[in-house]
């Protein structure tokens, strides 16, 4: 129905920089809440920011507030995580998912019904 693959992640040192894209195809993400999760190695699954369907709302976990910025382009079919001043403890795997219930933006991963299939950034101090 729709397909989620993630692009963008690699290793990149203390204080820089990276944008990680998902693309989705298949159905229009249009009218679904977007959001972005990460999973470190033998850590929960955890919330990272989310969009409203026209992007007018945004959220933001506290550890990332300040310095990760999400955005989207729904003419492309496209949502960006521009991550800046990264530390080494944003080192995970970082998954994009699709809400299409829900209008209010929801932190849970059980509200996300579609998943990519993720993309390691690696943070090295």
């Known amino acids: 129905q729709v397909q989620l693959v993630e692009s963008g992640g690699g290793l990149v040192q203390a204080g820089g920089s990276l944008r990680v894209t998902c693309v989705a195809s298949?159905?229009?993400?249009?009218?679904?809440?977007m959001g972005w999760f990460r999973q470190a190695p033998g850590k929960e699954r955890e919330f990272v920011a989310a969009?409203?369907?026209?992007?007018?709302?945004?959220y933001y976990a506290d550890s990332v507030k300040g310095r990760f910025t999400i955005s989207r382009d729904n003419a492309k079919s496209t949502v960006y995580l521009q991550m800046n001043s990264l530390k080494p403890e944003d080192t995970a795997v970082y998954y994009c998912a699709a809400d299409r219930t829900r209008v209010r933006i929801t932190t849970t991963s059980s509200a996300y019904g579609y998943w990519g299939q993720g993309t390691q950034v690696t943070v090295s101090s």
């Open positions: 298949g159905r229009t993400i249009s009218s679904y809440v």
């Open positions: 969009i409203t369907s026209t992007g007018s709302s945004t």
